[in-house]
């Protein structure tokens, strides 16, 4: 875990532990919370490793001392063997190779559309799906129009209530 001197190395842990208690969170994983549960302001400070449901839990009007929170946190980690963390690294690997895999397949659906417009001498931007798609790959403000019509269209529909997907940092925000 580096050097126990090395104050950049703990650090770098406790944030990757802050954001492991985050990211947990916001999967609905344990830790069940991670900032201002109940009102009370609490910091979770989780293991980042897969499966570990590991976590310290710190008050934020009152923490607990930088170096007590960074010993609990060495200790933990300090359990686990050098197979776990090269297990959670594969995963998260593997996880982000089958994100690019599926993002590469909705621009396949893009570039299909948009080509099938050129095909049928239409602009390449004429159709809807295309640029539906497009703006929700990229990201832009259009998507959110996108958003409030699936919300808006969603009420009436038995099983469709908040199917619409929420960014995640208005996810975060919300539990802040």
Known sequence: MGDPGDRSGSINERRAAEHAGLWKADLGQAPHYT???????WTCIACPLDGCDWHHDDPVTQPSAQGIVEAKLREHLE?????????????????????????????????????????????????????????????????EEVRAEVTRLSVDVAG??????????ERRGAQL
């Not at 469709?160 to 940092?169: C, F, L």
């Open 35 to 41: 900032r201002s549960f109940a009102s009370g302001g």
């Open 79 to 143: 359990t686990h063997s050098v197979v776990d963390f090269l297990s959670s690294l594969q995963s998260a690997r593997n996880s982000s190779t089958a994100l690019r895999e599926s993002n590469n397949r909705a621009w396949d659906v893009v570039s299909l559309h948009r080509l099938r417009a050129v095909h049928d001498g239409e602009p390449p931007s004429s159709d809807p799906v295309a640029q539906m798609l497009s703006a929700a790959l990229v990201g832009t403000a259009e998507h």
């Open 160 to 169: 469709a209530r908040d199917i619409a997907s929420v960014p995640v940092a």
